[in-house]
């Protein structure tokens, strides 16, 4: 029993990586005590019956991985009571081919997997190749300098790939969590004195990145390869798409690329006339929602359109309820939450680190302010850090200036910004269109964010690792 606790835990913890020991224990033992006998009875359990562990969005998170088989590489299942005959490895059957919908998988393709799979729970950290820093480290309960720790996962992502050549998240969130409990010291993500979450997701995430630019020559993943009855193999898209879960969806059932065109035309049509109050009809909604495919087909073009080409096509697109509609059928989540939950886990500790280790006197500056909006100061505690310019992401006007006063007096560039009144955000805008895109103060910072995440902008050479870094954490986010 406990070899299927651990299974279960693999299974929660791959799509729910940060989740503490002790919920993940708990949650564990609740699917347990409800009769889950092994991962294919995960499909049955329902939100109600974890609810009491983890947050909604969890909760479905973990749901809708379940019932789309996401763990379907690493299924475990229960002998039946009969022994079945032992198959050579030799004779063994590939992972990869196509399983029958109305039997059983054979015993072959069952130690195929098992081969595939069991070798991270045997898998022996190779500290014996490790720098001198790392072994010194680990024996004292010390942390390891960044250049020793970047050297030991390259060490360890090369002796990883002699099992696997692309290891899952699943066996790396296996890996990971063996270090850190053995040298928790030295590798657990501390906050003082606190452990953050399971205290492995920054090896975890250094460890899935070396792995995938090492596989960089291949970006669809070699475990993400579906085999339809016909036997021809389909490869689902690349993994560059941040935590898209719906990058470039199949055309709506019953419809055209055709058919969808009219619809936006129709949109187009009623912009004319109503202008951007019309973004608010139950019906304008509607054609939003159902011409979604579309929307992607143009955005993920090559070349890549312009967002004075986009806004064009799709007037309504760019106010705040149709923004935030695309991105939640982008992504699955509820955008101001996720950017909420964002500045929650993360803000206020990017914060702490800076005020116990500031690493320039523009980093003391700031703090000395005692700013109290906390995804501002972390903005500009980031452009500090890397030393970019602020106009790369704020511009200022005269705190009485109106809209057009500002297109006319500020040299607008191609991308968005946040144009500060006085010292108070307000507004931002998409320079060289006719219309301007208007956001209430509240939700300014977030706005001019997530257009550089949905479209994909180039970002401004003066603010580029300010940028990579919030495309990092949006993906790591999102991935949860």
Not at 99 to 117: E, I, K, Y
Not at 209 to 227: D, F, G
Request: aromatic fraction near 8%; charge should be neutral.
């Amino acid at each position: 029993m406990s070899g299927m606790k651990e299974v279960l835990k693999d299974a929660v913890l791959l799509v729910l990586p940060s989740l503490s020991p002790d919920v993940t224990n708990q949650l564990v033992e609740k699917l347990m005590d409800q009769g889950v006998e092994g991962l294919d009875d995960l499909v049955y359990v329902k939100e109600d019956d974890i609810l009491e562990f983890i947050r909604p969005i969890q909760c479905r998170k973990l749901l809708s991985s379940w019932k789309n088989q996401e763990h379907q590489n690493c299924t475990v299942v229960l002998p039946p009571a009969e022994v079945l005959p032992s198959v050579p490895p030799e004779t063994n059957t590939t992972l990869g081919s196509p399983p029958s919908s109305s039997s059983r998988p054979t015993s072959s393709s069952l130690a195929s997997a098992s081969a595939t799979h069991s070798w991270t729970k045997n898998f022996q950290v190779p500290w014996n190749l490790m720098p001198d820093g790392i072994k010194s480290a680990v024996e004292n309960g010390q942390r390891p300098s960044p250049s020793d720790r970047r050297q030991m996962i390259r060490i360890l992502a090369d002796e990883m790939r002699k099992h696997d050549t692309n290891p899952t998240r699943s066996q790396c969130l296996t890996v990971s969590r063996k270090i850190v409990s053995q040298y928790p010291k030295s590798f657990a993500d501390m906050l003082g004195d606190k452990q953050v979450g399971g205290g492995y997701e920054s090896v975890l995430s250094q460890l899935k990145v070396r792995i995938e630019y090492l596989n960089r020559t291949n970006t669809l993943s070699h475990h993400r390869i579906q085999r339809s009855d016909t036997g021809t193999t389909r490869k689902q898209s690349s993994t560059d798409s941040y935590g898209c879960t719906r990058w470039q969806p199949a055309l709506p059932p019953g419809e055209s690329y055709d058919s969808l065109e009219v619809k936006r035309q129709k949109m187009e049509e009623m912009h004319l006339h109503e202008g951007i109050s019309g973004a608010e009809r139950g019906d304008v909604c509607k054609l939003m929602e159902g011409t979604y495919w579309l929307q992607r087909h143009m955005i993920n073009a090559t070349p890549s359109p312009t967002i004075a080409d986009i806004k064009t096509k799709w007037p309504y697109l760019f106010t705040q309820r149709h923004i935030y509609g695309h991105f939640e059928q982008l992504t699955d989540k509820k955008v101001l939450r996720c950017l909420e939950l964002s500045i929650q886990e993360c803000g206020q500790i990017i914060i702490e680190f800076f005020k116990s280790k500031p690493t320039n006197d523009d980093i003391r500056s700031i703090l000395s302010r005692g700013e109290n909006d906390v995804d501002a100061m972390v903005i500009q505690l980031l452009l500090a850090h890397f030393k970019e310019k602020l106009d790369g992401v704020f511009l200022q006007a005269d705190e009485f200036a109106t809209p057009s006063d500002v297109q006319q007096s500020l040299h607008l560039p191609e991308s968005p910004r946040l144009i500060f009144l006085g010292m108070q955000t307000l507004k931002s805008f998409y320079p060289k269109m006719k219309s301007k895109l208007s956001f209430t103060c509240p939700t300014a910072k977030k706005n001019v964010l997530l257009n550089y995440y949905l479209f994909v902008v180039s970002s401004p050479v003066q603010s580029f690792f300010f940028f990579f870094f919030f495309f990092f954490c949006m993906k790591n986010l999102l991935d949860k």
